[in-house]
């Protein structure tokens, strides 16, 4: 008999859906699934479902690699 391995849990902070609270019982949110938990939401997804969240989006990628056009040698903005 083949057994599986084990399915993972998505990193929900690579998730756009992903938050974090001011509540030290439930630091955890996912906006997608409207929920707040101590856990991961991806892990309590998994441990409710069995499968890895469907709902996981990965965040727009930021290009840091430009300056802004105002900014001045001193670090101000002008």
């Known amino acids: 008999m083949h057994k599986h391995p084990p399915q993972s849990a998505v990193n929900c902070m690579k998730c756009q ?7 030290p ?6 906006s ?3 929920f707040k938990g101590r856990e991961m939401p991806s892990t309590e ?3 409710a479902s069995g499968q890895p969240c469907l709902l996981f989006t990965p965040k727009p990628s930021h290009n840091h690699s430009h300056t802004p056009k105002d900014h001045t040698p001193n670090g101000w903005y002008g």
Do not use: Q
Not at 17 to 23: A, L, Q, S
Not at 25 to 30: K, Y
């Open 45 to 47: 997804v998994l441990r």
């Open 32 to 34: 997608a699934l409207g």
């Open 25 to 30: 019982t439930h630091p955890r949110a996912c």
């Open 17 to 23: 859906y992903f938050r974090i609270t001011w509540n």
